[in-house]
């Protein structure tokens, strides 16, 4: 069993940053891949970022490219994505997610363990 705590949302003016971060209590935390999911009111849950077990492949989805960068320490059990150039339009809530299974997906429904979110909202 893995769980999964997001922090670090908060509000930010446009341009501002942000570093969120997710611990697990999983002891084997590097067998997991790990994704940053967002979900803003009225839309679906949008892949954001994932990182390997290891933390040497990652991948971004084009809207987050160039301005959020996903990063993991294993051995702090900790998953962090750092976000700048902050636009009104990052504004929702932040997930994260953990599976074993797929070396590569952004989709949400593959991922099996989730935390409870983190709001972020970016003011114009």
């Known amino acids: 069993q893995v769980q999964l705590v997001e922090s670090g949302g908060g509000l930010v003016p446009a341009g501002g940053s942000l570093r969120l971060s997710c611990a697990s209590s999983?002891?084997?935390?590097?067998?997991?891949?790990v994704g940053w999911f967002r979900q803003a009111p009225g839309n679906e849950r949008e892949f954001v970022a994932r990182i390997s077990g290891s933390g040497g492949s990652t991948y971004h989805a084009d809207s987050v490219k160039g301005r959020f960068t996903i990063s993991r320490d294993n051995a702090k059990n900790t998953v962090y994505m750092q976000m700048n150039s902050l636009k009104p339009e990052d504004t929702a809530v932040y997930y994260c997610?953990?599976?074993?299974?797929?070396?590569?997906?952004?989709?949400?429904?593959?991922?099996?363990?989730w935390g409870q979110g983190t709001r972020v909202t970016v003011s114009s």
């Open positions: 997610a953990a599976q074993a299974r797929y070396s590569t997906s952004s989709l949400a429904n593959e991922y099996t363990y």
């Open positions: 999983g002891r084997t935390f590097s067998n997991y891949v």
